[in-house]
């Protein structure tokens, strides 16, 4: 019975994630939000249900599009060091 509400948690947060990027795609200029949005869904909740390498790829754009914005350069590390992580956990070289 605990595994299926740990799964049925992750779906839902899966679902939420995905709603997030979606809407943020909507904005013309989502470059405030988007190492936010990249660092909360693709660093903790997509590698439960996306391959490593998909993750990998939006955490390297969230550090990049947060760099290249002065108010999101916090955040841009936050992606950075999910990066690191996501590097370790799927063997890729650092």
């Known amino acids: 019975i605990m595994e ?3 799964v049925s948690e992750i779906k839902e947060a899966c679902r939420f ?3 997030a990027v979606e809407l943020m795609k909507r904005f013309k ?4 939000i988007l190492p936010k949005v990249y ?5 903790f909740v997509a590698p439960y249900v996306l391959p490593l390498h ?5 955490l390297r754009k969230g550090f990049e ?4 914005v002065g108010d999101s350069a916090a955040w841009a590390f936050y992606n950075s060091a999910l990066l690191i992580r996501m ?3 799927s063997g890729n070289n650092l």
């Open 87 to 89: 590097a370790l956990i």
């Open 4 to 6: 299926s509400k740990v």
């Open 17 to 19: 994630g995905r709603v």
């Open 39 to 43: 660092a909360a869904y693709y660093g």
């Open 54 to 58: 998909v993750c990998y790829d939006n």
């Open 65 to 68: 599009v947060g760099m290249s």
């Open 29 to 32: 200029d989502n470059s405030v």
